[in-house]
C-alpha cells in the first residue's frame, strides 16, 4: 500500500490551542506525513487564540475547560453527529488517537464498528498525576483504566523501551512499538550560547546556570526542583538558577526559589539560544515519556542531571552525558549538580557526549517509522477483508 492510499483521522485533546511536548510531536508527524502524500485531518477542541498555528486540516470538536485550575486545557466531550459526518466522508482507513480521554475512546469505537486499524500513542504518563494533586491513591485505579485503553487499539506508540516495558507490566497485550522522538538540530547546537544574553538577565559568565525547561506545572516535578535549589544554597553550591518557561505554577515556584532568573516563554531560535546558554540541564519530572527537552539540551551541550524515569533513561548515559538520580531523592539530586557546579572539565565533557548522542534523533527518520506503522496495519486489513 503506498502513502498515497493511507487516510489517518487523527486525534487530539490538544493539538495546538496551549503548546507542549506532545502536540509539537504530533504537527511534525502530520507534516512529515503530509510530505509523503498521505491524506489527514486532525480532530481536537479549539480555542479563538492558539499558541501556533496547526499543520494541516483541523477540525474543531466541543469541549469543555478543564477544573482544578487547569483552564488552559480542554476535554472534548465525544464525537457528536457533526463530527462523526465529518469522518464518514472523509473515509480513513487509519484512526490515530494521542490520549486515552473521552475524545480518544469514541475514536477507537468508532474505528472498532467500522474494522480500521487503531494506533494509539502514548505522550504522558497520566497515572503519575494524581500524586501532584493529592489524590496519589487513584493511580491503580488510573493505571487500570489506561490498560483497558490500550488493549482496545490496533497498536500502541510508545517512545521508548523504559515506557515499554512499564505498558506490558500494566497488562497492555496490544502490539507495542517505538515512535520515539527527534530534535531540531539547526536550532538546539552548542554554538548558540549567547553570554552577553546571559549578562542581560544579570547571570554572569562564570556563573554556572542551572536550568529548568518546560511549562510552569506541578507535575513537571517544581517542588522537587525547589528543594534541590534550597539545598544547594545551604551547602554554599555557586550557581545561579535559570528558568525558561510559563504557567499556571509561576507564580508559587518564584516563591520557591526567590533567587531565581526567570526569561519566560521562548520559543524559535530564540529557544536554542536559551538552552545553550544553561551550564547544567536539571529535569526531575517522573511525567515525561519521552523527554523532549532533555534531547533538547543534549543537543545544545548541556550535560543533564535527570529522575531516573521513563524517558531519561533511554537517552543519559549515566557519568557520560549527564546523572541519573531516584525521584524525589533531594540529597542525591543535590550532589549530582554540585558536582557538575564544581568540574568545568566534567560539566564540558559530559555535555559534549550528549550533544554527539542526540546527532542520532532525526525527526524525518523517526516519522517515517509511524507511516511504515499504518501502512502495515491498513495492508493487513485489506487483506482480511479480501
Excluded at 490551542?17 to 509539537?24: E, L
Excluded at 493511580?139 to 488493549?151: A, H, K, Q, S
Aim: one cysteine or more.
Amino acid at each position: 500500500m503506498q502513502p498515497s492510499d493511507i487516510r489517518v483521522a487523527m486525534f487530539s485533546g490538544n493539538y495546538n490551542y496551549t503548546r507542549d511536548g506532545a502536540n509539537q510531536a504530533l504537527n511534525l508527524l502530520v507534516g512529515h506525513l503530509l510530505d509523503r502524500g498521505v491524506k489527514v485531518r486532525v480532530y481536537s477542541p479549539t480555542t479563538r487564540t492558539p499558541a501556533f498555528e496547526p499543520t494541516g486540516e483541523l477540525v474543531s470538536v466541543p469541549a469543555l475547560s478543564l477544573p482544578l485550575g487547569r483552564a488552559e486545557y480542554k476535554l472534548a466531550r465525544g464525537l457528536p453527529h457533526r463530527i462523526r459526518s465529518d469522518l464518514d466522508r472523509f473515509r480513513p482507513n487509519i484512526v490515530h488517537v494521542s490520549a486515552p480521554d473521552i475524545l480518544g475512546h469514541r475514536a477507537i469505537s468508532f474505528a472498532r464498528r467500522r474494522g480500521i486499524p487503531a494506533v494509539a500513542s502514548l505522550h504522558t504518563r497520566f497515572e503519575t498525576y494524581a500524586r501532584y494533586y493529592g489524590f496519589g491513591f487513584l493511580e491503580p485505579i488510573m493505571i487500570r483504566l489506561l490498560t483497558r485503553f490500550y488493549n482496545r487499539a490496533s497498536q500502541v506508540l510508545v517512545p521508548g523501551r523504559s515506557l515499554a516495558d512499564i505498558v506490558r507490566a500494566w497488562g497492555v497485550e496490544t502490539p507495542i512499538d517505538i515512535w520515539s522522538r527527534g530534535v531540531d538540530h539547526a536550532r538546539f547546537r552548542p554554538d548558540a550560547r549567547d553570554l552577553a544574553w546571559r549578562r542581560s538577565l544579570g547571570i554572569a559568565d562564570d556563573e554556572v546556570a542551572v536550568g529548568f525547561l518546560g511549562r510552569l506545572v506541578l507535575e513537571k516535578g517544581l517542588d522537587v526542583f525547589a528543594e534541590v535549589m534550597k539545598t544547594l544554597k545551604r551547602r554554599d553550591v555557586k550557581h545561579r538558577v535559570l528558568v525558561i518557561g510559563e504557567g499556571p505554577a509561576r507564580g508559587w515556584f518564584a516563591e520557591q526559589v526567590p533567587d531565581a532568573v526567570f526569561a519566560g516563554f521562548q520559543t524559535g531560535d530564540d529557544l536554542g539560544r536559551a538552552v545553550a546558554s544553561m551550564d547544567v540541564f536539571f529535569n526531575p519530572s517522573v511525567t515525561e515519556t519521552f523527554g523532549n527537552v532533555t534531547l533538547e539540551a543534549m543537543a545544545a551541550g548541556v550535560p543533564v542531571v535527570a529522575a531516573r524515569a521513563t524517558g531519561a533513561v533511554d537517552l543519559i548515559e549515566e557519568g557520560v552525558n549527564g546523572m541519573l538520580v531516584p525521584p524525589r531523592d533531594i540529597p542525591a539530586y543535590a550532589d549530582a549538580i554540585a558536582r557538575l557546579c564544581g568540574d568545568d572539565g566534567l560539566r564540558l565533557a559530559a555535555g559534549r557526549a550528549g550533544h554527539r548522542k542526540a546527532i542520532g534523533y532525526e525527526w524525518r527518520r523517526i516519522n517515517e517509522t509511524v507511516l511504515q506503522t499504518y501502512r502495515a496495519l491498513a495492508a493487513d486489513q485489506v487483506d482480511r477483508q479480501s
